[in-house]
C-alpha cells in the first residue's frame, strides 16, 4: 500500500517535478522511484531497496506491465497495471 500510495502522489507531482526536486527528497527509495520514472532512467530503480517499488518503478519507466504482475501488494499492482500500457 506504501507503494500504491506514493505512486499515486508522484505521478502528479512528476507532471511538472524537475530533477532537483527530486533531490529534495530525503527518502531514498522515493528519491531514486522520483529519478527513474523523472529522466526515464532504469538504472535508479534497481536502487530502491523495496522490492514492490523496483517493481512499480521498472514497469513505469519500460511501460511494461510484466513487471506489475509479480508485486505482492494488490493496491500498488493496480495502480502499476493502470499506469502501464504494454
Not at 530525503?26 to 526515464?40: E, P, V
Not at 505482492?72 to 499492482?77: F, G
Amino acid at each position: 500500500m506504501r507503494w500504491a500510495l506514493l505512486g499515486f502522489t508522484l505521478m502528479s507531482a512528476l507532471a511538472t517535478a524537475g530533477p532537483s526536486d527530486c533531490y529534495a527528497i530525503r527518502d531514498k527509495d522515493k528519491q531514486n522511484y522520483c529519478l527513474a520514472t523523472l529522466k526515464g532512467d532504469t538504472s535508479r530503480c534497481y536502487s530502491i531497496r523495496d522490492k514492490d517499488g523496483q517493481k512499480l518503478c521498472l514497469a513505469e519507466v519500460r511501460d511494461d506491465r510484466s513487471n506489475c504482475y509479480s508485486i505482492k501488494d494488490k493496491d500498488t499492482k493496480n495502480l502499476c497495471l493502470a499506469r502501464s500500457r504494454k
